[in-house]
């Protein structure tokens, strides 16, 4: 099987330059111009085109369990979304109940996934609990290609870390392992949304109130000097406004290593969102909340200037009806998450590279290359090099379109940015040479997606 992709832009993070990309045996063996095809290998005219290394999604939950309900999407509808959105690799999070066996949550995974994805994957372990007995089950999930740790200062009583937070750490360090951490303070939080209910505050409108910015600022705060006093490689997920991202600046200066990722959420929709009437705001319910419209442009800057280093979707679907309405009297009820996967690369496309907010350079790093290097994932991933995966996506930068719950893939009722344009979309998509979206229409067998063992973090 060998794939030839002729007369495109390749754009990496690095540069911008015309080329063809020969791909063997499931990786790219040569890049050049004027390429020929051997005898049966399947050619693809990229001309007005650009090609991509395939986009890399490091926050997804693709099997996400609450104690209420079940989020909609399979491995199997996840990952067709994913594709046919240019997303050719996701992590997902291994997160065990607290006090159970990492390793039996990893099988659980696993039996979710495990011949039914059809891009590639891996997991985050979302530590819940530590001490002697975890830390020997979390070494052997570390020797199964897992170098990442996620843990929660928020939601208190189900997964937060509590007072585990630097002992955590310190195993982080010790183990070489990346650490991210969900930065809102979770007793802080609860407090104010038994005030909130206890005054009939009920509605989806007052999910912002109970999370405001100084309790994710408080939270970055407290992680990060935990971080820094443990000398842990720490990552700041889903970061969503200026006070939160003021914190991880001014420990960066302090010196802690820390990555920043914010959400293609947080970049176009805002706080008026979850304010909508009719209990519509409950699709927009997420935490760390959707903020003050002003946050936006401040986010955007932070891309451009390197300030902040991925851009991901935090997918997590639930259906307005009969999930998101668990909740229905009562906010904290309401399952957390939007579903997101499936357009992140053509938001961040239109909104972003065509409305000038930054080059495709930064496109490939923020949405591919710097995700694949933090996770360990480069240059197999995140790269348009020999040797590299053949995970491409061949982009049309002319196509007009609008996103739809009608139209897209992923499993769910509804999508947050239901009525946006896009200006550009994956036209061919392949995984490891194998072509699964074609003319913008998935095609792919299901299986083909593989679990990836990952190496350590390439800090960079
Ligand atoms: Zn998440």
Same mark, same amino acid.
């Given at each position: 099987?060998?794939?030839?992709?002729?007369? &495109?832009?390749? #754009?990496?993070?690095?540069?911008?330059?015309?080329?063809?990309?020969?791909?063997?045996?499931?990786?790219?063996?040569?890049?050049?111009?004027?390429?020929?095809?051997?005898?049966?290998?399947?050619?693809?005219?990229?001309?007005?085109?650009?090609? $991509?290394?395939?986009?890399?999604?490091?926050?997804?939950?693709?099997?996400?369990?609450?104690?209420?309900?079940?989020?909609?999407? @399979?491995?199997? @509808?996840?990952?067709?979304?994913?594709?046919?959105?240019?997303?050719?690799?996701?992590?997902?999070?291994?997160?065990?109940?607290?006090?159970?066996?990492?390793?039996?949550?990893?099988?659980?995974?696993?039996?979710?996934?495990?011949?039914?994805?059809?891009?590639?994957?891996?997991?985050?372990?979302?530590? @819940?609990? $530590?001490?002697?007995? @975890?830390?020997?089950?979390?070494?052997?999930?570390?020797?199964?290609?897992?170098?990442? $740790?996620? /843990?929660?200062?928020?939601?208190?009583?189900?997964?937060?870390?509590? *007072?585990?937070?630097?002992? /955590?750490?310190?195993?982080?360090?010790?183990?070489?392992?990346?650490?991210?951490?969900?930065?809102?303070?979770?007793?802080?939080? *609860?407090?104010?949304?038994?005030?909130?209910?206890?005054?009939?505050?009920?509605?989806?409108?007052?999910?912002?109130?109970?999370?405001?910015?100084?309790?994710?600022?408080?939270?970055?705060?407290?992680?990060?000097?935990?971080?820094?006093?443990? +000398?842990?490689?720490?990552?700041?997920?889903?970061?969503?406004?200026?006070?939160?991202?003021?914190?991880? /600046?001014?420990?960066?200066?302090?010196?802690?290593?820390?990555?920043?990722?914010?959400?293609?959420?947080?970049?176009?929709?805002?706080?008026?969102?979850?304010?909508?009437? *009719?209990?519509?705001?409950?699709?927009?319910?997420?935490?760390?909340?959707?903020?003050?419209?002003?946050?936006?442009?401040?986010?955007?800057?932070?891309?451009?200037?390197? #300030?902040? !280093?991925?851009?991901?979707?935090?997918?997590?679907?639930?259906?307005?009806?009969?999930?998101?309405?668990?909740?229905?009297?009562?906010?904290?009820?309401?399952?957390? &998450?939007?579903?997101?996967?499936?357009?992140?690369?053509?938001?961040?496309?239109?909104?972003?590279?065509?409305?000038?907010?930054?080059?495709?350079?930064?496109?490939?790093?923020?949405?591919?290359?710097?995700?694949?290097?933090?996770?360990?994932?480069?240059?197999?991933?995140?790269?348009?090099?020999?040797?590299? !995966?053949? !995970?491409?996506?061949?982009?049309?930068?002319?196509?007009? &379109?609008?996103?739809?719950?009608?139209?897209?893939?992923?499993? /769910?009722?509804?999508?947050?940015?239901?009525?946006?344009?896009?200006?550009?979309?994956?036209?061919? #998509?392949?995984?490891?040479?194998?072509?699964?979206?074609?003319?913008?229409?998935?095609?792919?067998?299901?299986?083909? +997606?593989?679990?990836?063992?990952? &190496?350590?973090?390439?800090?960079?």
């Amino acid at each position: 099987m060998s794939l030839l992709i002729k007369g &495109g832009t390749v #754009v990496t993070a690095e540069k911008i330059f015309r080329s063809d990309v020969f791909c063997e045996k499931e990786q790219i063996t040569r890049i050049g111009p004027g390429l020929e095809a051997p005898q049966g290998a399947t050619v693809i005219d990229a001309t007005g085109k650009y090609v $991509f290394p395939g986009f890399i999604d490091p926050h997804v939950h693709a099997y996400l369990p609450l104690k209420t309900t079940t989020s909609k999407d @399979t491995y199997e @509808t996840a990952s067709r979304a994913a594709l046919v959105g240019g997303t050719t690799c996701f992590i997902d999070f291994c997160t065990p109940e607290r006090g159970q066996d990492p390793r039996a949550a990893l099988d659980l995974w696993d039996s979710k996934s495990e011949g039914k994805a059809f891009c590639d994957y891996s997991y985050h372990l979302a530590v @819940t609990g $530590f001490d002697a007995r @975890t830390a020997s089950q979390i070494r052997e999930v570390i020797l199964r290609g897992i170098t990442s $740790f996620k /843990v929660y200062l928020a939601y208190k009583d189900s997964v937060d870390i509590g *007072d585990g937070l630097d002992d /955590v750490l310190r195993f982080a360090r010790e183990n070489n392992i990346l650490t991210m951490a969900h930065c809102e303070d979770a007793a802080a939080i *609860d407090a104010l949304q038994k005030k909130l209910v206890a005054a009939g505050r009920r509605g989806p409108q007052w999910h912002y109130v109970s999370r405001p910015p100084e309790i994710e600022a408080g939270g970055t705060r407290r992680f990060l000097e935990a971080a820094g006093k443990a +000398g842990a490689l720490a990552y700041v997920v889903h970061l969503s406004c200026e006070e939160a991202l003021n914190e991880a /600046v001014a420990a960066r200066k302090r010196g802690v290593n820390v990555w920043i990722e914010t959400l293609i959420s947080f970049l176009l929709l805002d706080k008026s969102h979850a304010e909508l009437p *009719d209990f519509e705001g409950a699709k927009y319910v997420v935490s760390p909340p959707l903020r003050e419209k002003k946050n936006q442009d401040i986010l955007w800057t932070a891309i451009r200037e390197g #300030v902040v !280093d991925v851009v991901s979707s935090d997918h997590a679907p639930f259906d307005f009806a009969g999930q998101k309405s668990l909740g229905e009297n009562d906010f904290t009820k309401i399952p957390n &998450g939007m579903p997101t996967l499936e357009d992140r690369v053509n938001l961040l496309f239109t909104y972003g590279f065509k409305e000038k907010r930054f080059d495709l350079r930064r496109l490939v790093q923020v949405a591919s290359t710097t995700p694949a290097k933090l996770f360990g994932l480069y240059p197999k991933k995140g790269a348009l090099r020999v040797g590299s !995966d053949a !995970d491409l996506v061949v982009y049309d930068p002319d196509y007009v &379109g609008t996103i739809s719950r009608r139209t897209h893939h992923m499993n /769910v009722d509804y999508n947050p940015f239901e009525g946006q344009v896009i200006r550009g979309r994956p036209l061919t #998509v392949a995984v490891r040479g194998r072509i699964v979206v074609r003319e913008g229409r998935f095609v792919g067998p299901v299986g083909w +997606g593989r679990f990836v063992p990952r &190496g350590p973090c390439q800090p960079s």
